[in-house]
Nanobody
Framework: QVQLVESGGGLVQAGGSLRLSCAASGRTFSSYAMGWFRQAPGKEREFVAGINWSGIITYYADSVKGRFTISRDNAKNTVYLQMNSLKPEDTAVYYC???????????????????WGQGTQVTVSS
């Protein structure tokens, strides 16, 4: 059973930084791409960033490009999301996700991901 546990959320002022972590267990972590999504109140869940199995290839939503960085440590079975220059519109619950299959690229849609964490709240005050 794959389990994903996020941590690192919190309250931060606009312009500040946070680093989210997602600890994975239940299978060989290093074989799979990973992704981060977020969901703001009243809005649909949206893709934020993704990383391939090796960590060499990353992909970002336009709204976070240049401010957020996704990375992974396969030895620790953990994926990270470094968030800098945070804005009030970044306020959301952030979810870590993993696909069931080994994929060639980086999935960017919810339906391509099969396992989800419980989410961690990020609140950015103006």
């Amino acid at each position: 059973q794959v389990q994903l546990v996020e941590s690192g959320g919190g309250l931060v002022q606009a312009g500040g930084s946070l680093r989210l972590s997602c600890a994975a267990s239940g299978r060989t972590f290093s074989s799979y791409a990973m992704g981060w999504f977020r969901q703001a109140p009243g809005k649909e869940r949206e893709f934020v960033a993704g990383i391939n199995w090796s960590g060499i290839i990353t992909y970002y939503a336009d709204s976070v490009k240049g401010r957020f960085t996704i990375s992974r440590d396969n030895a620790k079975n953990t994926v990270y999301l470094q968030m800098n220059s945070l804005k009030p519109e970044d306020t959301a619950v952030y979810y870590c996700a993993a696909p069931r299959k080994v994929l060639g690229g980086i999935p960017t849609t919810m339906r391509e991901y099969d396992y989800w964490g419980q989410g961690t709240q990020v609140t950015v005050s103006s």
